[in-house]
T-cell receptor
Framework: DADVTQTPRNRITKTGKRIMLECSQTKGHDRMYWYRQDPGLGLRLIYYSFDVKDINKGEISDGYSVSRQAQAKFSLSLESAIPNQTALYFC?????????????FGNGTRLTVT | QKEVEQNSGPLSVPEGAIASLNCTYS??????FFWYRQYSGKSPELIMS????GDKEDGRFTAQLNKASQYVSLLIRDSQPSDSATYLCAVSYGTASKLTFGTGTRLQVTL
């Protein structure tokens, strides 16, 4: 079983719909992250959380919100989806910071907004 | 704005050759550096991390860091077709463990 599990793997939704992407982990890491990946733009940080009570915006948080329901669960919501939110979304975890604490990624959710 | 720059490629090398992937970064207070490999449609997986100047070797992979020149590279020796993927350079700043990623270099290993 994957250490970092994302659901769904693929999702097609319509403009204006609310959608939630879920992430759960069994690695026991405190730090969790949401990234999106677009062709030519690389991975960009949306939100990150260092524990259940700590939520921080990343570089592209507009149009997104998150919820850290437990140490192991971190959800990303699009309140009103728009086509330019079509992307590959990754959840990631880390044990801490520095070169000994790399990011561990989930398998990704491919989201298409029509 | 902290930036990480990579040549998008594709970089094409014959099987058995050395592939050299390069990355430059803009912020001198960068602390840790990572190379991830990503196959098409898959998640990034860690290849190597490095934080001190010099070379770090792990099997066929060598990471090289030169902080004075703000340059980090990844060498892949004896390149195999299975090494064909996009290689992402990532740089961490401070204690937040946030990584800034380059856009990646696509490597093609030809038979």
């Amino acid at each position: 079983d994957a250490d970092v599990t994302q659901t769904p793997r693929n999702r097609i939704t319509k403009t204006g719909k609310r959608i939630m992407l879920e992430c759960s982990q069994t690695k026991g890491h405190d730090r969790m992250y949401w990234y999106r990946q677009d062709p030519g733009l690389g991975l960009r940080l949306i939100y990150y959380s260092f524990d259940v009570k700590d939520i921080n915006k990343g570089e592209i948080s507009d149009g997104y919100s998150v919820s850290r329901q437990a140490q192991a669960k971190f959800s990303l919501s699009l309140e009103s989806a728009i086509p330019n939110q079509t992307a590959l979304y990754f959840c990631a975890t880390s044990a801490g910071f520095g070169y000994n604490s790399p990011l561990h990624f989930g398998n990704g959710t491919r989201l298409t907004v029509t | 704005q902290k930036e990480v720059e990579q040549n998008s490629g594709p970089l094409s090398v014959p099987e058995g050759a050395i592939a050299s992937l390069n990355c430059t970064y803009s912020d001198r207070v960068s602390q840790s550096f990572f190379w991830y490999r990503q196959y098409s449609g898959k998640s990034p997986e860690l290849i190597m991390s490095i934080y001190s100047n010099g070379d770090k070797e792990d099997g066929r992979f060598t990471a090289q860091l030169n902080k004075a020149s703000q340059y980090v590279s990844l060498l892949i020796r004896d390149s195999q077709p299975s090494d064909s993927a996009t290689y992402l350079c990532a740089v961490s700043y401070g204690t937040a463990s946030k990584l800034t990623f380059g856009t990646g270099t696509r490597l093609q290993v030809t038979l």
